[in-house]
């Protein structure tokens, strides 16, 4: 159950900073998610730990011992890589069971470990097949087979269930927790997947070129974000320019454009400072409220399921998405009607207006 600690991890490729100064403790037994746009220096920062690369500056421990120099296959890791998953000349159960060979457990202690492993992503009976005879999806499934049977107490996951589709993907992760809760390990574990991410980790890490931006509780992340960026990066957000023209005591009032105003909870901001409020489309209501009723023609009317979203422009000239739960009612609204919506004040997240534009803040390189 180790812990993980990294500060100040710098590497660099040429001219790129792939891993910038990255200060970060994973718990003993944490289930820690990292999100962030391709190319922010996701993998780099698992195959720092892992030791297939060494950082440029910054240190690296593993229960309070530097490892930077230790070699991959002591630092006690299971590692599930994001494309080469397998041993291509080895079959399926020479793959899974090869983690304990190498540590020297004998085919009795391995056998029934590897059966467990193989029965729970469901390809015990593809255990004769090489990796090019299987999908790419039982690959992957296999390569989690893989650490999670080398019973490592650190589990590196760098997209484990990238290639899987959706149904299955959703099961997986979960089995995945309840197996690394069950044997006390620790994993930090990669994805492009947000909704993996909220849903399984015990925190979420943001990065951005390099950097961690925020790191948080999964709920906490998704709704009190502490800036522009993981609001826009994590979930969907509904982004209104304006200026701060009345704060007094806990509310705040901002003019949008054309002398549109909403009320938000104040959090120190002073009259004349220009902002970025931002709501998600789920907290924004179809006619219910008294406060902050925003007018609108709806531009367009997109049902996914059991969701509806809906885009409107507002008659000062700002678009809004709004999310609704399918209903009767919803069923009948039409691009072209008007409507008036509402956002709880509570619900509005305001961020000083960035200094390079907003445009360039949620940029995601
Ligand atoms: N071996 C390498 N040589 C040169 N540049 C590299 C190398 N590995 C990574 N990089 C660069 O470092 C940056 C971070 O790469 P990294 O693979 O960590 O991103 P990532 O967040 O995992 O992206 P993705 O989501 O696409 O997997 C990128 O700009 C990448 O091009
Ligand atoms: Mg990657």
């Known amino acids: 159950m180790p812990e993980v600690k990294l500060v100040n991890v710098t590497k660099r490729y040429g001219t790129i900073v792939a891993n910038d100064k990255v200060t970060l403790t994973i718990k003993d037994g944490e289930y820690v998610s990292v999100i962030g746009p391709s190319g922010c220096g996701k993998s780099t920062l698992i195959k ?3 030791g297939i690369i060494t950082p440029d500056e910054g240190e690296i421990y593993i229960d309070g011992r530097r490892v930077n120099e230790l070699p991959i296959e002591d630092r006690g890791i299971g ?9 291509p000349h080895l079959n399926v159960w020479d793959n899974v069971t090869y983690g304990p060979r190498v540590r020297g457990l004998s085919p009795e202690e391995t056998k029934p470990l590897a059966i467990e492993m193989l029965e729970m992503i469901k390809v015990r009976e593809r255990s004769d ?3 090019s005879e299987l999908s790419g999806g039982t690959q992957q499934k296999t390569a989690v087979a893989r650490a999670l049977t080398s019973r490592a107490e650190l589990l590196l996951l760098d997209e484990p269930l990238g290639a899987l589709d959706v149904k299955v993907r959703a099961t997986l992760r979960h089995e995945l927790k309840r197996l690394v809760k069950d044997l006390k390990l620790t994993a930090l574990h990669v994805t492009h997947d947000q909704e993996e991410a909220l849903s399984i980790s015990d925190r979420v890490i943001v990065m951005k070129a ?4 925020e790191e948080d509780a999964p709920t906490t992340l998704y709704t009190h974000p502490q800036n522009l960026f993981t609001t826009n990066f994590v979930g969907e957000a509904n982004f209104l320019t304006g200026e701060v023209v009345k704060a007094s005591g806990k509310s705040i009032l901002v003019e949008l454009e054309e002398g549109l105003q909403i009320r938000a909870e104040a959090s120190g901001q002073r009259i004349g400072d220009r902002v970025v409020t931002a709501f998600r489309p789920e907290f924004v209501d179809v006619e219910r409220s008294r406060v902050n009723r925003l007018k609108g023609t709806i531009v367009d009317v997109l049902y996914s399921g059991s969701t509806v979203r809906i885009r409107v422009k507002l008659d ?3 678009i809004v998405v709004a ?6 009612e919803t069923l009948t609204i039409r691009g072209g009607d008007e409507i008036t919506l509402s956002v709880p004040p509570q619900r509005i997240l ?5 200094k390079g534009g907003l445009e360039n803040e949620l940029a995601l390189e």
């Open 48 to 50: 720092n730990i892992a």
């Open 79 to 87: 590692y599930v890589f994001q494309n080469i998953a397998l041993f």
């Open 129 to 131: 097949a090489y990796p």
């Open 210 to 213: 390099g950097r961690i931006v």
């Open 316 to 318: 000062n000239g700002d």
């Open 323 to 328: 999310k609704q739960r399918l209903r009767v």
């Open 350 to 354: 305001v961020f000083p207006y960035p």
